[in-house]
């Protein structure tokens, strides 16, 4: 069991067993257990879709937001920015150890190399943006920049 803080500091425990996959296949009709026969689609938008990885995560813990009245619409409204991360983690690393050896270990081995690779993308971005934001700005006008002055650069007539 996987935990997680939303952000009105309500704790959740994620728990994926066969009945919260059959509940997920119920509301949702996503198959939790095809995340490693369905060529990375289903990796893919997960990673992409924040809210329908909230709605699956909403569906996980159903039993415990009905508890404590709490609906789908007031669970979404909780989670945003580093809620929805820590949601994200608890819920793949959950799902992975759901799974028999050697499935679980393919399924960790796919997780580390997606948040590796995303880790790197967004190293690489931030660099980039960095270099956008520490470049001289080049005014028209401005004679700072390393152009030829107007007069050089225009032949002799």
Do not use: H
């Amino acid at each position: 069991m996987k935990t997680f803080t939303d952000n009105q500091g309500r704790n959740w425990s994620i728990v994926v067993n066969v009945s919260t996959v059959k509940r997920v296949r119920s509301m949702l009709k996503i198959d939790l257990l095809s995340i490693l026969v369905d060529e990375g689609k289903l990796i893919e938008q997960l990673n992409t879709d924040d809210v329908l990885l909230c709605d699956i995560i909403y569906a996980l813990v159903k039993p415990d937001a009905d508890a404590r009245q709490i609906s789908d619409e007031d669970f979404g409204a909780a989670m945003a920015g580093d809620a929805i991360g820590a949601a994200t983690a608890a819920f793949l690393d959950e799902l992975a150890d759901f799974f028999p050896e050697p499935k679980r270990r393919l399924l960790k081995r796919l997780l580390a190399t997606l948040r590796s690779e995303q880790e790197k993308a967004a190293d690489k971005i931030e660099a980039g943006l960095s270099a956008i934001i520490t470049a001289p700005l080049l005014i028209p006008g401005d004679s700072s920049g390393n152009s030829p002055a107007l007069s050089a650069s225009i032949p002799a007539g």
